[in-house]
Every structure is written in C-alpha cells, then in structure tokens.
C-alpha cells in the first residue's frame, strides 16, 4: 500500500569521522505491494537499515521516501508514529500480563478508535493470523508460534501501509519456521501491505521474497529477484551466500570463431553466456552442485575425469566430492540410477548455461 525509495543511505555509528560505516550509499527501490528482503550475515547492517525506515535511527547521508514524501534525510525526520509502519521483531514483544486481546487492540485504543469497531477489527485480524478463539489467553498460555503471531496481528490491526519484521522467526523451531513462511507470504499477498523483512537465511529469502537485497559489509550486493540472485549472482560474495557453491578456477580464451571458450582442467567447455570478460583472463567459475552431472563413461570431449573422494546420502539426493585431475574439489548434488563409491573414477559435465563467471582475484 506503500512504496518506500531509499537513496545514497549512509550510517556510521559514532558519527560521520568514526570510519564505523553500518550501512554505507544504499539505493533501494522498494515497490507498493511487494514481499521485499534484505538479506544477508550478522552485522552486515540490515536492522540498521530496517531502523533507518522506522525512523528510530538518523541517518548520516541519504533520504528515504514513502510514496514520493521524504521521511528521512539529513534535514530532519519524521517521528516513527507517524510513518504508517508498523514493525516485528525476534522476540515477541508481547505484554505478558495482557491478554491477547489487549495486546492486539492497544493501538485501537491509542487511535481513539470506538469499542464496537475496535473489537471488529481485532476479531478480523485475529482471523487473518489463525488467532481466532484466543482471545482471553495470556501469552504465557501461547506457544512461541502463536506469541508470534499476536504480535504480528498487534501490528496489523492499525492497517499499516509497510510492515517492518526483524527476523521474526528465529526463534520458531525448523518446523513451525518453515510454516509461518507460508503463513506470512499468504498475509501479505491477502493484505497488499509492503512487507520488508530482515533474515540472514538464504532459504528463507528465497522462498518468500518478490524482491531480495542481498547485503555485505554495509553494502548492497545485489536486488533482484530470488531467481537472479540465486542463478546470476552478481559477484562471488552473492553467489556464496545464496547457497553452496564450487569455485573453479579456468581461464577465458578465444574460440574457433571468436566466441570465447573456458578452459577448466585443461578441459575446453562452452564459456556461460553474458560473461563480459576478456580472452586470457583467469576466472572462477561458480557451479552450483546440482549444475554437475556425473557419467561413469566418457560421453563428450567437455567433460572432465575425477575421482570420487566422498559420498553423502541426502534423501532425495546424493552428494559426492569429486577431485578433479588438477587437484580442485568439486561437490555435485545428484541422483544416479546406480550410485558410484569412493574411489570410482567418473566423468564430469558442468552445464555452463547455469553457472557465472567472475574474474580472479577482483581488484577489490
Ligand atoms: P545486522 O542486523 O545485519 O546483523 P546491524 O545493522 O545490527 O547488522 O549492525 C551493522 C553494524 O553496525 C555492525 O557492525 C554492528 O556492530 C554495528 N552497530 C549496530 N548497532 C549499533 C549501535 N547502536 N552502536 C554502534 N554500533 C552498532
Ligand atoms: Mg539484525
């Protein structure tokens, strides 16, 4: 219901001259009505960045805007209670000596909004978050699940037009985790509320994202979709973070015909499509582990010879650890009819068209 423009966001805690930049230029377009994620490790900035939009943190540099208003800038800022978001947080931050419905219609009563009406909307939203019947129970009567989910319907209830969580289901068990994913993207489709989510599980990001902005060092990596960042990373750091990932090392030459080729292993293969590199650069090559088929014959000249020096069981998958001729280790992710062992000499083929290039050692 809000689309939120960041542009040229700086933080250094401990001001400017400290040299401690939280977040440093950040550019973000955030659209009305979408599922956007900042993604990333610990410490890369994304609670600053989700502070910054709140407005409980200044920034140093830069302006956001909500719907074409500045909210934030050098300049001043507008207080957080007046920027139509709401926000969740890890911890559940729900009053323990409330009862659910207190909880959720606080902000009801805080807008002076009449009792019947109050009521109505707490009902509704207690609905919308599988709440309902619970009414009169304390949050020590609640699972953590359910603690969660009052707090998301405490912020819901006032109709937010941006929803703020801060790694809300860290502290959810895998199970319960994996279906208040669900449960949080439906709410959002349901509600059309911009939801801007802070994780630093890839997983997560993927499965529940429009949008996911990958962050480092206070830095913005990357803002595409979860199947661009996933498939074309757009550097070595995205790549790595969005999942497993062998780095090999090759090197770009001049094919017959000009289009370049890849030398890996001393092995020519086809060179990923868009890599904007020169021939005779040394590169790596980044192969997702499900990009790597293993023949236990010889089938094309672009294959390569290794040697199987793991194997892992995954269930639906098998994991091997191949040693290639030069010495590299390459983890591929399959499901063979007939498994290999340890030991079997076998045939590799990397499906280029997956997989990126980046140059070796990037000037940084
Ligand atoms: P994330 O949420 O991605 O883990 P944060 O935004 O919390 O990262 O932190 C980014 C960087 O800023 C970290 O290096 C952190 O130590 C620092 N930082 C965060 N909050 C403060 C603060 N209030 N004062 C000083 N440094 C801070
Ligand atoms: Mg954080």
Redesign the pocket.
Known sequence: MAGIRISGLSKF??GKDSG?A??TDLDLDIKDNQFVTLL??????????LRLIAGYVMPDAGTIRVDDRVISSVDGVAPPDRRGMGMVFQNYAVWPHKTVFENVVFGLKLRKVPADEARRKVEETLALVNLAGLEARLPNELSGGQQQRVALARSLVVEPGILLL?EPLSNLDAKLRERMRVELKQLQRRTGITFVY?T?DQAEALALSDQIAV?HG?KLQQYGSPDEVYRRPANKIVADFMGIVNFLPGELRAGTGGAPVLVVDGVEMAAPVGSKLHAGQAVDLAVRPENVRISRLRESPDQLVARVTEHTYLGNLSEYWLELASGAVLRAQTHPLEPFQVGDEVHVSIDAGECSVFPQAAAA
């Open positions: 805690y401990g401690m939280a977040l990333g490790p610990s410490g890369c900035g994304k609670t600053t960045t801060d802070v630093h962050m206070g």
